[in-house]
Protein backbone atom coordinates (compact mmCIF):
# COMPACT_ATOMS: atom_id res chain seq x y z
CA UNK A 1 0.00 0.00 0.00
CA UNK A 2 1.73 3.25 -0.84
CA UNK A 3 1.34 5.76 1.92
CA UNK A 4 1.39 9.60 1.53
CA UNK A 5 2.98 9.77 5.18
CA UNK A 6 6.70 10.75 4.98
CA UNK A 7 6.72 10.30 9.06
CA UNK A 8 5.13 8.67 12.00
CA UNK A 9 5.34 8.75 15.58
CA UNK A 10 3.71 6.41 17.27
CA UNK A 11 3.05 6.23 21.19
CA UNK A 12 5.97 8.62 22.08
CA UNK A 13 6.98 8.49 25.73
CA UNK A 14 9.30 10.37 27.23
CA UNK A 15 10.27 10.96 31.00
CA UNK A 16 12.97 13.30 32.45
CA UNK A 17 13.45 13.30 36.80
CA UNK A 18 10.24 14.79 37.65
CA UNK A 19 9.00 15.67 34.54
CA UNK A 20 7.06 12.75 32.16
CA UNK A 21 7.93 15.34 28.90
CA UNK A 22 6.29 12.93 26.72
CA UNK A 23 3.19 11.05 27.51
CA UNK A 24 1.76 8.22 24.76
CA UNK A 25 2.06 10.89 22.18
CA UNK A 26 1.38 10.39 18.32
CA UNK A 27 2.29 12.55 15.08
CA UNK A 28 2.51 11.90 11.29
CA UNK A 29 3.30 14.37 8.68
CA UNK A 30 1.91 14.17 5.11
CA UNK A 31 3.82 14.27 1.70
CA UNK A 32 4.00 17.84 0.88
CA UNK A 33 2.24 19.02 3.90
CA UNK A 34 3.03 21.95 6.77
CA UNK A 35 1.88 20.67 10.20
CA UNK A 36 1.97 22.85 12.87
CA UNK A 37 2.91 21.67 16.65
CA UNK A 38 1.72 24.04 18.85
CA UNK A 39 1.63 24.10 23.00
CA UNK A 40 2.63 26.03 26.13
CA UNK A 41 5.92 26.50 27.14
CA UNK A 42 6.98 23.28 28.27
CA UNK A 43 4.51 21.49 26.48
CA UNK A 44 7.01 18.65 25.00
CA UNK A 45 7.26 20.27 21.15
CA UNK A 46 10.73 20.41 21.35
CA UNK A 47 11.49 17.33 23.15
CA UNK A 48 9.09 15.42 20.63
CA UNK A 49 11.35 16.46 17.62
CA UNK A 50 14.45 16.35 19.94
CA UNK A 51 13.48 12.16 19.58
CA UNK A 52 12.35 12.47 16.61
CA UNK A 53 16.28 13.71 15.59
CA UNK A 54 17.76 11.27 17.64
CA UNK A 55 19.45 14.18 20.21
CA UNK A 56 17.07 12.43 23.07
CA UNK A 57 16.35 8.64 23.45
CA UNK A 58 12.45 8.03 24.07
CA UNK A 59 11.53 5.93 26.55
CA UNK A 60 8.93 3.76 24.45
CA UNK A 61 6.83 4.68 20.99
CA UNK A 62 8.48 3.70 17.20
CA UNK A 63 9.34 6.42 14.35
CA UNK A 64 8.76 5.63 10.95
CA UNK A 65 9.65 7.20 7.85
CA UNK A 66 8.09 6.72 4.75
CA UNK A 67 6.47 3.97 6.24
CA UNK A 68 9.88 1.78 7.58
CA UNK A 69 10.59 1.80 11.04
CA UNK A 70 13.95 3.81 11.77
CA UNK A 71 15.94 3.36 14.89
CA UNK A 72 17.61 7.28 15.06
CA UNK A 73 19.81 7.17 17.67
CA UNK A 74 22.49 10.57 16.51
CA UNK A 75 22.30 13.11 13.76
CA UNK A 76 24.23 10.63 11.24
CA UNK A 77 21.05 8.82 11.51
CA UNK A 78 18.99 11.58 10.99
CA UNK A 79 20.47 12.71 7.96
CA UNK A 80 20.85 9.53 6.45
CA UNK A 81 17.57 9.01 7.31
CA UNK A 82 16.12 12.18 5.69
CA UNK A 83 15.44 14.25 8.27
CA UNK A 84 16.78 18.31 9.12
CA UNK A 85 16.21 20.10 12.25
CA UNK A 86 16.48 23.86 12.47
CA UNK A 87 16.61 24.05 16.62
CA UNK A 88 15.31 26.14 19.04
CA UNK A 89 18.21 26.55 20.84
CA UNK A 90 21.03 26.88 18.02
CA UNK A 91 23.22 24.29 17.32
CA UNK A 92 26.08 26.20 15.71
CA UNK A 93 29.82 25.90 16.06
CA UNK A 94 30.30 29.34 17.20
CA UNK A 95 34.06 29.89 16.07
CA UNK A 96 33.39 28.10 12.85
CA UNK A 97 32.86 30.18 9.98
CA UNK A 98 28.90 30.33 8.48
CA UNK A 99 29.93 27.99 5.32
CA UNK A 100 31.60 25.29 8.04
CA UNK A 101 28.82 25.29 9.50
CA UNK A 102 26.44 24.64 6.80
CA UNK A 103 28.38 22.38 6.01
CA UNK A 104 29.40 20.75 9.23
CA UNK A 105 29.80 16.61 8.51
CA UNK A 106 29.48 16.64 5.03
CA UNK A 107 31.82 19.06 3.18
CA UNK A 108 32.71 18.84 -0.16
CA UNK A 109 35.72 17.11 -1.09
CA UNK A 110 38.55 17.73 -3.90
CA UNK A 111 40.81 14.29 -5.05
CA UNK A 112 43.00 13.50 -1.95
CA UNK A 113 40.15 14.57 0.48
CA UNK A 114 41.12 17.77 0.74
CA UNK A 115 37.99 20.48 1.52
CA UNK A 116 36.61 21.72 -1.52
CA UNK A 117 36.12 25.27 0.26
CA UNK A 118 35.04 27.13 -3.12
CA UNK A 119 32.65 24.68 -3.55
CA UNK A 120 31.40 24.96 0.40
CA UNK A 121 31.85 28.69 -0.30
CA UNK A 122 29.45 28.91 -2.93
CA UNK A 123 27.10 25.94 -1.91
CA UNK A 124 26.54 28.26 1.49
CA UNK A 125 26.34 31.43 -0.14
CA UNK A 126 23.48 29.89 -2.55
CA UNK A 127 21.51 28.22 0.33
CA UNK A 128 21.72 31.80 2.44
CA UNK A 129 20.45 33.94 -0.46
CA UNK A 130 17.34 31.68 -1.24
CA UNK A 131 16.05 32.87 2.25
CA UNK A 132 17.26 36.25 1.65
CA UNK A 133 19.78 36.55 3.98
CA UNK A 134 22.72 38.65 3.43
CA UNK A 135 25.54 37.01 5.45
CA UNK A 136 28.75 36.46 4.12
CA UNK A 137 29.89 32.70 4.06
CA UNK A 138 32.92 33.49 6.09
CA UNK A 139 31.57 35.26 8.76
CA UNK A 140 32.36 33.79 12.07
CA UNK A 141 29.48 32.30 13.97
CA UNK A 142 29.93 34.19 17.34
CA UNK A 143 30.11 37.81 15.53
CA UNK A 144 26.74 36.99 14.26
CA UNK A 145 23.60 38.64 15.92
CA UNK A 146 21.14 35.90 17.25
CA UNK A 147 18.71 36.21 14.62
CA UNK A 148 21.79 36.22 11.62
CA UNK A 149 22.48 32.81 13.09
CA UNK A 150 18.81 31.92 13.08
CA UNK A 151 19.12 32.28 9.58
CA UNK A 152 22.17 30.31 9.52
CA UNK A 153 20.47 27.48 11.40
CA UNK A 154 17.68 28.01 8.84
CA UNK A 155 20.33 27.62 5.82
CA UNK A 156 21.61 24.91 6.70
CA UNK A 157 18.38 22.61 7.83
CA UNK A 158 17.36 23.35 3.88
CA UNK A 159 20.53 22.77 2.21
CA UNK A 160 20.67 19.18 3.17
CA UNK A 161 18.34 16.83 0.94
CA UNK A 162 15.55 16.17 3.30
CA UNK A 163 12.04 14.44 3.01
CA UNK A 164 11.49 15.57 6.68
CA UNK A 165 12.19 19.06 8.07
CA UNK A 166 11.54 20.28 11.45
CA UNK A 167 11.71 23.72 12.00
CA UNK A 168 11.67 24.86 15.99
CA UNK A 169 10.83 28.38 15.89
CA UNK A 170 12.61 29.27 13.27
CA UNK A 171 10.39 32.57 12.92
CA UNK A 172 10.94 33.41 16.89
CA UNK A 173 13.73 37.14 15.75
CA UNK A 174 12.74 37.32 11.97
CA UNK A 175 11.16 40.66 11.37
CA UNK A 176 7.80 39.93 8.34
CA UNK A 177 10.68 41.12 5.85
CA UNK A 178 12.79 37.96 6.27
CA UNK A 179 9.44 35.74 7.38
CA UNK A 180 8.21 36.58 3.82
CA UNK A 181 11.57 34.84 2.19
CA UNK A 182 11.05 31.80 4.97
CA UNK A 183 7.81 31.26 3.30
CA UNK A 184 8.37 31.72 -0.03
CA UNK A 185 11.45 28.46 0.89
CA UNK A 186 8.31 26.83 2.92
CA UNK A 187 6.18 26.37 -0.49
CA UNK A 188 8.70 25.34 -2.91
CA UNK A 189 9.54 22.31 -0.13
CA UNK A 190 6.02 21.20 -0.07
CA UNK A 191 5.53 21.69 -3.86
CA UNK A 192 9.16 19.08 -3.88
CA UNK A 193 6.57 16.84 -1.26
CA UNK A 194 9.06 17.96 1.84
CA UNK A 195 6.97 17.45 5.07
CA UNK A 196 7.48 20.15 7.54
CA UNK A 197 6.94 20.44 11.18
CA UNK A 198 6.88 23.92 11.87
CA UNK A 199 6.62 25.14 15.75
CA UNK A 200 5.80 28.50 16.33
CA UNK A 201 4.04 30.78 18.96
CA UNK A 202 2.97 33.29 16.88
CA UNK A 203 -0.05 31.41 15.90
CA UNK A 204 -1.05 34.03 12.74
CA UNK A 205 2.35 32.45 11.30
CA UNK A 206 0.14 28.93 11.73
CA UNK A 207 -2.65 30.37 10.28
CA UNK A 208 -0.77 31.86 7.13
CA UNK A 209 1.03 28.13 6.23
CA UNK A 210 -0.03 25.17 7.99
CA UNK A 211 -2.51 22.55 6.79
CA UNK A 212 -3.29 21.47 9.93
CA UNK A 213 -1.93 21.94 13.48
CA UNK A 214 -1.46 19.99 16.34
CA UNK A 215 -1.79 20.58 20.19
CA UNK A 216 0.13 19.08 23.05
CA UNK A 217 -0.50 19.97 26.33
CA UNK A 218 1.75 18.79 29.68
CA UNK A 219 3.23 15.95 27.27
CA UNK A 220 -0.22 14.67 26.17
CA UNK A 221 -1.12 14.95 22.97
CA UNK A 222 -4.35 17.13 23.05
CA UNK A 223 -5.69 17.05 19.26
CA UNK A 224 -4.94 16.84 15.57
CA UNK A 225 -7.08 19.37 12.94
CA UNK A 226 -7.35 20.35 9.63
CA UNK A 227 -6.28 24.28 9.79
CA UNK A 228 -9.95 25.02 8.29
CA UNK A 229 -11.60 23.38 11.57
CA UNK A 230 -9.77 26.00 14.32
CA UNK A 231 -9.41 29.67 14.96
CA UNK A 232 -6.90 31.31 16.86
CA UNK A 233 -9.50 31.28 20.01
CA UNK A 234 -9.76 27.41 19.37
CA UNK A 235 -6.09 26.79 19.22
CA UNK A 236 -5.47 28.86 22.47
CA UNK A 237 -8.17 26.80 24.27
CA UNK A 238 -6.59 23.67 23.39
CA UNK A 239 -3.19 24.67 24.20
CA UNK A 240 -4.25 25.62 27.57
CA UNK A 241 -7.36 23.98 28.66
CA UNK A 242 -9.75 26.90 29.27
CA UNK A 243 -10.89 30.21 28.10
CA UNK A 244 -8.06 32.69 28.17
CA UNK A 245 -9.63 36.12 29.59
CA UNK A 246 -9.33 38.98 27.45
CA UNK A 247 -7.04 42.01 28.44
CA UNK A 248 -8.39 45.09 28.25
CA UNK A 249 -5.95 48.08 26.05
CA UNK A 250 -3.89 48.80 28.82
CA UNK A 251 -3.72 52.65 29.56
CA UNK A 252 -0.63 54.11 29.04
CA UNK A 253 1.38 55.42 32.04
CA UNK A 254 1.57 59.04 32.71
CA UNK A 255 5.41 60.39 30.88
CA UNK A 256 7.20 61.75 33.27
CA UNK A 257 11.08 63.18 33.33
CA UNK A 258 14.08 62.65 30.91
CA UNK A 259 15.93 59.03 32.49
CA UNK A 260 17.95 58.66 29.43
CA UNK A 261 19.45 61.12 26.86
CA UNK A 262 21.77 59.24 23.95
CA UNK A 263 23.30 62.17 21.48
CA UNK A 264 25.23 61.94 18.29
CA UNK A 265 26.27 58.19 19.49
CA UNK A 266 28.41 56.67 16.49
CA UNK A 267 30.11 52.83 16.83
CA UNK A 268 32.10 52.81 13.04
CA UNK A 269 30.26 50.52 10.69
CA UNK A 270 27.62 49.89 13.22
CA UNK A 271 25.97 52.73 14.61
CA UNK A 272 25.83 56.41 12.98
CA UNK A 273 24.24 59.34 14.75
CA UNK A 274 21.71 57.78 17.03
CA UNK A 275 20.44 60.41 19.02
CA UNK A 276 16.90 60.16 21.76
CA UNK A 277 15.54 60.29 24.96
CA UNK A 278 14.03 58.04 27.22
CA UNK A 279 11.46 59.38 29.90
CA UNK A 280 10.25 57.94 33.15
CA UNK A 281 6.75 55.96 32.95
CA UNK A 282 7.47 55.53 28.40
CA UNK A 283 7.97 51.83 26.75
CA UNK A 284 9.98 53.08 23.79
CA UNK A 285 9.59 50.54 21.25
CA UNK A 286 12.90 49.92 18.47
CA UNK A 287 11.59 48.66 15.42
CA UNK A 288 14.01 47.42 12.43
CA UNK A 289 14.86 44.64 9.74
CA UNK A 290 17.47 41.89 10.97
CA UNK A 291 21.40 43.64 11.18
CA UNK A 292 19.47 47.29 11.04
CA UNK A 293 21.62 47.81 14.60
CA UNK A 294 18.99 47.29 17.34
CA UNK A 295 20.73 45.04 19.55
CA UNK A 296 23.97 46.60 18.64
CA UNK A 297 22.18 49.90 20.03
CA UNK A 298 21.48 48.59 23.25
CA UNK A 299 24.97 47.21 23.98
CA UNK A 300 26.45 50.31 23.44
CA UNK A 301 24.25 51.91 25.69
CA UNK A 302 24.91 49.00 28.25
CA UNK A 303 28.56 49.71 27.98
CA UNK A 304 29.55 46.08 26.52
CA UNK A 305 30.69 47.64 23.24
CA UNK A 306 32.91 50.46 23.08
CA UNK A 307 30.94 53.64 21.41
CA UNK A 308 33.24 56.06 18.80
CA UNK A 309 31.59 59.15 19.45
CA UNK A 310 28.43 60.55 21.46
CA UNK A 311 27.55 61.14 24.64
CA UNK A 312 25.15 59.41 27.02
CA UNK A 313 23.47 61.17 30.08
CA UNK A 314 21.31 59.75 32.89
CA UNK A 315 19.08 61.94 34.91
CA UNK A 316 20.40 64.82 32.83
CA UNK A 317 24.21 64.19 34.13
CA UNK A 318 26.51 62.76 31.57
CA UNK A 319 27.78 58.94 32.62
CA UNK A 320 31.01 57.38 31.17
CA UNK A 321 29.31 54.29 30.95
CA UNK A 322 32.14 52.11 30.07
CA UNK A 323 31.34 49.00 30.88
CA UNK A 324 28.24 46.35 32.12
CA UNK A 325 29.08 46.47 35.80
CA UNK A 326 28.90 50.22 35.93
CA UNK A 327 25.60 50.22 33.81
CA UNK A 328 23.92 47.39 36.10
CA UNK A 329 25.44 50.28 39.36
CA UNK A 330 23.73 52.91 37.70
CA UNK A 331 20.37 51.41 37.61
CA UNK A 332 20.30 50.39 34.16
CA UNK A 333 18.92 46.53 32.71
CA UNK A 334 19.29 44.86 29.42
CA UNK A 335 17.59 41.73 29.23
CA UNK A 336 19.86 40.67 26.40
CA UNK A 337 18.35 38.18 23.29
CA UNK A 338 20.59 35.53 23.88
CA UNK A 339 19.93 33.77 26.38
CA UNK A 340 22.53 30.87 25.58
CA UNK A 341 25.40 32.89 25.99
CA UNK A 342 24.84 36.33 27.93
CA UNK A 343 21.24 35.80 29.44
CA UNK A 344 21.79 33.05 31.62
CA UNK A 345 24.65 30.34 33.28
CA UNK A 346 23.27 27.10 31.89
CA UNK A 347 25.07 24.99 34.48
CA UNK A 348 23.65 26.61 37.25
CA UNK A 349 20.10 26.17 39.17
CA UNK A 350 17.73 28.66 38.04
CA UNK A 351 17.54 30.03 41.39
CA UNK A 352 20.88 30.96 41.48
CA UNK A 353 19.99 32.66 38.08
CA UNK A 354 17.29 34.21 39.23
CA UNK A 355 19.39 36.55 41.78
CA UNK A 356 22.88 36.71 39.65
CA UNK A 357 22.59 40.28 38.38
CA UNK A 358 21.79 41.80 41.90
CA UNK A 359 23.89 39.14 44.58
CA UNK A 360 23.77 42.71 46.81
CA UNK A 361 20.07 42.05 47.12
CA UNK A 362 20.08 38.55 49.06
CA UNK A 363 23.99 39.10 50.76
CA UNK A 364 24.60 39.80 54.05
CA UNK A 365 28.68 39.88 55.02
CA UNK A 366 29.91 38.24 52.45
CA UNK A 367 27.25 34.99 52.45
CA UNK A 368 23.93 34.80 50.28
CA UNK A 369 21.28 34.28 52.06
CA UNK A 370 19.78 30.85 50.92
CA UNK A 371 16.47 31.78 52.38
CA UNK A 372 16.55 35.12 50.42
CA UNK A 373 17.27 33.10 47.31
CA UNK A 374 14.79 30.72 47.54
CA UNK A 375 12.01 32.54 48.29
CA UNK A 376 13.07 35.41 45.43
CA UNK A 377 13.26 32.57 43.01
CA UNK A 378 9.96 30.73 44.18
CA UNK A 379 7.89 33.96 43.90
CA UNK A 380 9.19 34.25 40.14
CA UNK A 381 8.35 30.91 39.44
CA UNK A 382 4.36 31.58 40.30
CA UNK A 383 4.33 35.03 38.91
CA UNK A 384 6.05 34.50 35.54
CA UNK A 385 4.70 30.48 35.59
CA UNK A 386 7.92 28.99 34.73
CA UNK A 387 7.50 25.29 34.20
CA UNK A 388 9.69 23.41 35.76
CA UNK A 389 9.68 20.28 39.07
CA UNK A 390 11.79 22.75 41.54
CA UNK A 391 13.61 25.84 41.59
CA UNK A 392 16.66 23.79 42.19
CA UNK A 393 16.60 22.95 38.49
CA UNK A 394 19.48 23.02 36.08
CA UNK A 395 18.36 25.94 33.99
CA UNK A 396 20.07 23.88 30.94
CA UNK A 397 17.00 21.73 31.58
CA UNK A 398 14.00 23.93 31.03
CA UNK A 399 12.46 24.18 27.65
CA UNK A 400 13.44 27.74 25.77
CA UNK A 401 10.73 29.97 27.01
CA UNK A 402 11.32 28.93 30.09
CA UNK A 403 14.65 29.78 30.02
CA UNK A 404 13.41 33.07 28.70
CA UNK A 405 11.16 33.57 31.71
CA UNK A 406 14.16 33.45 33.83
CA UNK A 407 16.04 35.87 31.73
CA UNK A 408 13.05 37.92 32.28
CA UNK A 409 13.19 37.12 36.45
CA UNK A 410 16.61 37.67 36.54
CA UNK A 411 16.12 41.56 35.44
CA UNK A 412 12.88 42.17 37.38
CA UNK A 413 14.77 41.14 40.23
CA UNK A 414 17.81 43.34 39.48
CA UNK A 415 15.55 46.04 38.86
CA UNK A 416 12.99 45.32 41.68
CA UNK A 417 16.19 46.08 44.53
CA UNK A 418 17.54 48.53 42.93
CA UNK A 419 17.83 52.22 44.56
CA UNK A 420 19.43 53.94 41.75
CA UNK A 421 17.71 56.97 40.63
CA UNK A 422 17.54 56.01 37.45
CA UNK A 423 16.13 52.81 36.59
CA UNK A 424 15.76 52.06 32.92
CA UNK A 425 15.47 48.35 31.62
CA UNK A 426 16.55 47.52 27.97
CA UNK A 427 14.44 44.46 26.66
CA UNK A 428 15.89 42.85 23.60
CA UNK A 429 13.13 40.30 21.93
CA UNK A 430 11.36 39.96 25.56
CA UNK A 431 8.80 37.25 24.83
CA UNK A 432 11.12 35.38 21.78
CA UNK A 433 9.94 31.77 22.62
CA UNK A 434 7.13 32.49 24.88
CA UNK A 435 3.18 30.98 25.11
CA UNK A 436 0.62 33.36 24.30
CA UNK A 437 -0.40 33.24 28.19
CA UNK A 438 2.75 34.04 29.49
CA UNK A 439 3.23 36.86 26.93
CA UNK A 440 0.47 38.88 28.53
CA UNK A 441 1.38 37.76 31.71
CA UNK A 442 5.27 39.48 30.77
CA UNK A 443 3.87 42.97 28.89
CA UNK A 444 1.49 42.81 32.18
CA UNK A 445 4.91 43.30 34.20
CA UNK A 446 6.45 46.01 31.54
CA UNK A 447 3.43 48.14 32.09
CA UNK A 448 3.55 48.04 35.53
CA UNK A 449 7.50 48.92 35.78
CA UNK A 450 6.90 51.72 33.73
CA UNK A 451 3.81 52.35 35.86
CA UNK A 452 6.41 52.31 38.50
CA UNK A 453 8.14 55.16 37.22
CA UNK A 454 10.85 52.77 35.28
CA UNK A 455 11.79 53.71 31.70
CA UNK A 456 11.33 50.67 29.27
CA UNK A 457 13.42 50.54 26.26
CA UNK A 458 11.66 47.56 24.01
CA UNK A 459 12.98 45.72 20.61
CA UNK A 460 11.07 43.56 19.25
CA UNK A 461 10.77 42.01 15.63
CA UNK A 462 7.32 41.50 16.37
CA UNK A 463 5.10 44.28 14.52
CA UNK A 464 2.20 43.54 17.13
CA UNK A 465 3.92 43.83 20.18
CA UNK A 466 5.82 46.82 19.33
CA UNK A 467 2.46 48.58 18.05
CA UNK A 468 0.16 47.23 20.80
CA UNK A 469 3.41 47.92 23.87
CA UNK A 470 5.08 51.22 22.98
CA UNK A 471 4.37 54.93 23.30
CA UNK A 472 6.68 55.90 21.05
CA UNK A 473 8.42 53.39 18.31
CA UNK A 474 11.79 54.49 16.73
CA UNK A 475 12.34 53.19 13.54
CA UNK A 476 15.94 52.01 13.21
CA UNK A 477 17.39 51.27 9.39
CA UNK A 478 21.12 50.38 8.22
CA UNK A 479 22.56 51.73 12.13
CA UNK A 480 20.72 54.73 12.48
CA UNK A 481 17.43 55.94 13.42
CA UNK A 482 14.92 55.93 10.03
CA UNK A 483 12.09 57.52 11.77
CA UNK A 484 9.88 58.24 15.01
CA UNK A 485 6.64 56.94 15.06
CA UNK A 486 3.79 58.24 18.09
CA UNK A 487 2.22 55.71 19.36
CA UNK A 488 -1.08 57.24 17.69
CA UNK A 489 0.55 57.59 13.91
CA UNK A 490 2.08 54.04 14.04
CA UNK A 491 0.93 51.08 11.67
CA UNK A 492 2.83 48.06 10.49
CA UNK A 493 2.86 49.90 6.69
CA UNK A 494 4.56 52.87 8.36
CA UNK A 495 7.18 50.55 10.19
CA UNK A 496 7.98 48.96 7.37
CA UNK A 497 8.39 51.70 4.86
CA UNK A 498 10.43 53.43 7.50
CA UNK A 499 12.75 49.87 8.24
CA UNK A 500 12.97 49.07 4.54
CA UNK A 501 13.48 52.84 3.28
CA UNK A 502 10.68 52.24 1.06
CA UNK A 503 8.48 54.74 -0.49
CA UNK A 504 4.56 55.11 -0.09
CA UNK A 505 4.40 53.28 -3.76
CA UNK A 506 6.42 50.50 -3.75
CA UNK A 507 6.22 49.53 0.37
CA UNK A 508 4.51 45.51 -0.14
CA UNK A 509 3.42 45.18 3.30
N1 LIG B 1 17.23 17.65 29.46
C1 LIG B 1 16.14 17.80 30.24
N2 LIG B 1 16.18 17.44 31.54
C2 LIG B 1 15.10 17.56 32.32
N3 LIG B 1 13.91 18.03 31.91
C3 LIG B 1 13.81 18.40 30.62
C4 LIG B 1 14.92 18.31 29.73
N4 LIG B 1 14.52 18.75 28.51
C5 LIG B 1 13.23 19.11 28.65
N5 LIG B 1 12.79 18.90 29.92
C6 LIG B 1 11.43 19.14 30.41
O1 LIG B 1 10.53 18.53 29.54
C7 LIG B 1 9.37 19.33 29.37
C8 LIG B 1 9.12 19.60 27.91
O2 LIG B 1 10.12 20.48 27.42
P1 LIG B 1 10.20 20.95 25.91
O3 LIG B 1 11.52 21.60 25.73
O4 LIG B 1 9.89 19.81 25.01
O5 LIG B 1 9.02 22.03 25.83
P2 LIG B 1 8.53 22.92 24.60
O6 LIG B 1 7.14 22.53 24.29
O7 LIG B 1 9.52 22.85 23.49
O8 LIG B 1 8.49 24.37 25.26
P3 LIG B 1 8.95 25.84 24.69
O9 LIG B 1 7.76 26.39 23.98
O10 LIG B 1 9.23 26.61 25.93
O11 LIG B 1 10.13 25.66 23.83
C9 LIG B 1 9.59 20.57 30.21
O12 LIG B 1 8.95 20.41 31.44
C10 LIG B 1 11.09 20.60 30.40
O13 LIG B 1 11.43 21.24 31.62
MG1 LIG C 1 10.84 24.22 22.67
Redesign the pocket.
Known amino acids: MATELVLEMRHIT?D????R??DDVSFELRRGEVHALV????????????VLAGA?AKDAGETLVGGEPVEITSPHDAMDAGVSVIY?EFNLVPYLSVAENIYLGREPKLPFGFIDWRSMRSGAAEALARIGASISPRAVISDLSVAEQQMVEIARALSVDARVIVM??PSATLTEHELKSLFGQIESLKDAGVGIVY?S?RLEEIFQIADRVTV?RD?HRIGTEDIENVDHRSIVRMMVGRELRERPEAATAAVGDVLLQVEGLRRAGVLEDISFELHAGEILGIAGLVGAGRTELARAIFGADRRDAGRILLNGEEVPLASPAEAIRRGIGFVTEDRQLQGLVLEMALKENVTLANLGAITTGGFIRRRAEDEAATDFVADLDI???SIN??T?????????KVVLAKWLFAAAHHDARARILIFDEPTR???VGSKAEIHDIMRRLVRDGAGVIMISSELPEILQMSDRILVMREGRIAGELARQEATQERIMMLATGATESTATL
Open positions: KYPGVALGENGAGKSTLMKVQDEIHLGRTPQRLNLSGGNQQGID
